[in-house]
């Protein structure tokens, strides 16, 4: 996970939580024996888990589990597949499913009958100690073989939505599984010199240097002579961080891995022509990253830093010198006077001027934290007037929207909206004004996540207040930007466990009125909370130039 070094234990365990719930409040997770027995140690430094037994921990960290436990009753199939997927890295294949990408040990796998029996005999070890969880704690699971999983794949899924209570589950059309099975002549092959062998096997003692191995279990699942291609990624990552060898190898031994495997990666990662091609070029954008920290170290000096400005009667040099070109943002006060659409824009004006209109509007978000990342989704065409209904319906909510990029103003039957307002000539191009002029409109409680704009924009505040929190664009290595323009970080219930450098970020608050005009300088971040039903007009066309490169 991206700054993954700033997470917590806990932290990512909320995340994973809340990652693996669907829209139904469900989350599967997967466990393994061997990781469920590991977990005392993994909890042991968090606060309130230390000398917890794992089943302490499952119940605190997942109060409401239900066990739904898959087993193989051919247990010597099961072990030659863990065999040869732990050698080969090949762990899955799914229809329509590209692998990762990562180098796959070609190297054909040499039948060794011991390590086979020793994983069957771990795997029955395992199922015994399951049970003896579940009986020990009064637990019934549900069980699912996996012989009947696949013999039926639809029925075994039916089944286990009914157990889950998943409304209507007869109801439900299961497709197909896109897994595909990846046992082939070689595992029918192995298994007959497996079985044939077996019972002298059983009469033969441990051979000779095999008695201290770790359990072959967990080494299938962690081959100490194997990476894979996420960790080796990683690595890559922490070299370009400057993390030192020695602080990757703990992680790395950490998580099970031998330390001359894991110090001969590093090694070999160092001398990575391509890595060290990144390296150069990571040095330089360290540079310009150091040059934004700076500025906002010393921005911070500067005692209007946690307010915005209000001010009247602002000249066009006065406003390009002092704000526009400074990257510094105001809100001007008497921009719209005279405006007709501060009084006129009421419900019945927008119903008898453009009623019958079918706008676009983003619908649905609730139900999806990152709506604004995957606005195609939520794209639905209403009548004008019946999405005014919506909005004024006195409901508070961040439900549905009519965001900018609706280009309503653009449309025929909107011309006539133009002649309530008058474009800011003192510092707009006016010629360009209805192609550069956006609409936002929605109820109270619509939000737009923390972000930044790719360019300037006055923001004219026609119907309702917004309130806005800002974080200077310098500031960018505390908001944890982790796609496009758009923050990682719930700016109005910031979770410090799992964001802990917002900590340190300026969030100037301000409240935009009616007939206020904010300018949003490019490169700012933003969080908006409409407090009231709101409309705002939103202006990029400005007499300086207004288009950025970005990467």
Known sequence: MDHASDLSLMAYLGIARERSTGPNGISGIKLHYYQFANLPKKMEVVEGFHGLTAPQIMSRLFPNAKYLWLKRRDKARQAISLRLASRSGEWWAIDGVAGDGAPRNTAAPEFDPDVIARIEQTLIGNDGKWQAYFDENGITPLVVHYEGLAADYAATIAKILKWLGVPNADAIDIP??????????RNEEWLARYTAGKKDRRSRRTPPGHANEADPFARAQKPLDWLPNAWQQWIGHSKLLKTSDEQIAEVLTGNGYCRAAVLAEVQKAALDPYLRGGMRTAQRMNKAASFLNIQGQLARLDSQSTRIERRKNLSRDEFRDRYYAANRPVIIQDLMTGWKAVTAWTPPYLKRIAGDSIVEVMTGRDANPDHERNGGKHRTEIR???????????????????????????????????????????????????????????????????????????????????????????QWQYVYNNCGVFSDVDCERPDF???????????????????????????????VRALDVSMTVAFTNFAFPNHFAWE
């Open 176 to 185: 197909p599984s896109r897994l595909k099975r990846q046992s082939d002549a």
């Open 384 to 474: 004008f007037a019946d999405y005014i209904d919506m909005v004024h319906s006195g409901r508070v909510t961040n439900d549905y929207c009519m965001v900018a990029n609706n280009r309503f103003f653009q449309r025929p039957e909107a011309q006539p909206f133009f002649q309530d307002l008058t474009a800011f000539a003192e510092y707009l191009n006016p010629a360009a004004t209805r192609r550069h002029c956006f609409l936002w409109f929605g109820p109270a409680g619509t939000a737009t996540p923390l972000h930044h704009e790719v360019s300037n924009i006055l923001l004219a505040q026609v119907v309702g207040r917004r309130r806005y929190r800002l974080v200077p664009p310098a």
């Open 497 to 527: 466990g799992r964001h802990p450098k917002f900590r340190h970020a300026t969030v100037v608050d301000v409240v935009v009125q009616p007939g206020e005009v904010l300018f949003m300088p490019v490169g700012w971040w933003h969080h």
